[in-house]
T-cell receptor, first 118, second 114 residues
């Protein structure tokens, strides 16, 4: 398995500002993902964080709004830029551990960052 | 493309009664299927997964699910509900063709009545 931490756990931000969320894993992983969970809704994949290259964004999400970094195999950041109240959500990172183990194809999730934009 | 439909956004069960949460998937290639649970103000925890081995999968906390290809279903059950089972449950699908990206269903919130 993997232990994943996210910082901050929650924040309240003003409209027009930006917030960077950090995701740290206790072991090297090949795949890291960022999800958004809007209030009362399910999870939607924002992007796949690629180590050493630009993230791969899903339809409806763009790099200017959600820039992502992944400098190494254990760390990634997601920035929510120029925030509006519609960005109020829980943001979760997840990791997939590849290799010949029972954990193949399983994603582990971080505890999430609860963001409120005023 | 892959998708998941969870029937019923809310389910209410009595303590000790059967819990049944329905999940149907759509995938053009063999899927991997998962059930996650989310307790209030927490992240997601994996309950169980199907990855093309046994069709009846047993998970944590007494939950199990059965993969039925003919019905494209992966329903989650627990014989006897406990108060601690009150949470939101998400069914998810992934495939190698989609880069193992998870697609989630809308979620089912379970309320357990004493």
């Amino acid at each position: 398995s993997a232990v994943i931490s996210q910082k901050p756990s929650r924040d309240i931000c003003q409209r027009g500002t930006s917030l960077t969320i950090q995701c740290q894993v206790d072991s090297q992983v090949t795949m890291m993902f960022w999800y958004r969970q809007q209030p009362g809704q399910s999870l939607t994949l924002i992007a796949t964080a690629n180590q050493g290259s630009e993230a791969t964004y899903e339809s409806g999400f763009v790099i200017d709004k959600f820039p992502i970094s992944r400098p190494n195999l254990t760390f990634s950041t997601l920035t929510v830029s120029n925030m509006s109240p519609e960005d109020s959500s829980i943001y979760l990172c997840s990791v997939e551990i590849a290799g010949g183990s029972s954990w193949m194809n399983e994603q582990f999730f971080g505890p999430g960052t609860r963001l409120t934009v005023l | 493309a892959q998708s998941v439909t969870q029937l019923g956004s809310h389910v209410s069960v009595s303590e000790g009664a059967l819990v049944l949460l329905r999940c149907n998937y759509s995938s053009s290639v063999p899927p991997y299927l998962f059930w996650y649970v989310q307790y209030p103000n927490q992240g997601l925890q994996l309950l169980l997964k199907y990855t093309s081995a046994a069709t009846l999968v047993k998970g944590i906390n007494g939950f199990e699910a059965e993969f039925k290809k003919s019905e494209t279903s992966f329903h989650l059950t627990k014989p006897s509900a406990h108060m601690s089972d009150a949470a939101e449950y998400f069914c998810a699908v992934s495939t190698k063709a989609a880069g193992n990206k998870l697609t989630f269903g809308g979620g089912t919130r379970v309320l357990v009545k004493p």
